[in-house]
DNA sequence: TCTATCTTTAGACTTAGTCTAAGTAAATGC
DNA sequence: GCATTTACTTAGACTAAGTCTAAAGATAGA
């Protein structure tokens, strides 16, 4: 259990169990965009009593508390993102995988101004084909 | 088992069966963005015998002919949406319900610009509160 | 009409998620 | 430090959404 990952828990009102901080050193540095059943196979293995439901109480915990998000962006998948800040999504249409897009990538204009709807937020979503990059998988 | 409903399905190399015209009147006449249970449930009331494998087949079946288009906008839920031309969606988040909105209405600026990804379609998912208008409920 | 193909059906099965009741652990009062 | 309350976790039952299967029914062509 470490430290900071406590640390960070306490702050944003939730106390640390074990349980809790396993969930958040997976869920929290991870950039896959995982399922809750993925994060509990992932969490499982480090700490293979854990249950099922533990798992989801815990996610929609820290939804609740702001420490991540819940996204459904396609096929009815739910999952959970550690980044809370404003960006986009990019969904590559060949492999299911999500990416994140900088805020500052797109500009969307005249957002307020749609008839009848008070906009609270708003997001991008892309979908595609991931460019294979040249020195990188 | 409207002639016309017939005719548009065989435009779109979909043999009309009568379990198919049913869901055809029902799924692309309405801006309620429902579920496949739901509109397993309003094809019911005119058809009661009809299967619910039969109703999701026919759904995928007009997805892949592009006659409706799959949607997954919020809390994992899978919905339907007759109108396949461009267009956002706005999701009131005190009711759930998703509305279109027209293409038009926004501009997103520097799309094909995203480094690393090449888009083939996007769309803007807007959250937050509908007016009440004042004429009209 | 006979046959091959397509479609539909009921129900079994799967998967994602919630709920419940009982057991543990942690915090509080004294 | 011990008893009591409160919070957390557990296994497993349950539910909802969706797919699969095997058999039956409908349709079209020879």
Redesign the pocket.
């Known amino acids: 259990m470490r430290p900071d990952e406590a640390a960070l828990l306490e702050k944003h009102g ?2 640390p ?4 901080v396993a969930v958040a050193e997976f869920v929290l540095h991870t950039d896959a965009h995982p ?3 993925e994060v509990w196979s992932r969490v499982r293995e480090r ?1 293979p ?13 820290f939804v609740e508390k702001g420490l991540i998000r819940q996204l459904t962006l396609t096929g ?3 999952v959970f993102d550690p980044n809370v800040e404003k960006h986009h999504h990019f969904i590559d249409e060949e492999t299911g995988r999500i990416y994140d897009v900088p805020w500052e990538a797109l500009r969307v204009s005249r957002v307020d101004d749609i008839d009848g709807f008070e906009v609270h937020a708003y997001q991008v979503v892309l979908r595609g084909k991931k460019r294979s990059r040249r020195r990188r998988t």
Chains 1, 2 share one sequence.
């Open positions: 939730i106390k169990s074990a349980q809790r399922s809750a059943d700490f009593m854990v249950s099922r439901a533990t798992v989801y109480n815990t996610l929609n915990l009815g998948r739910v």
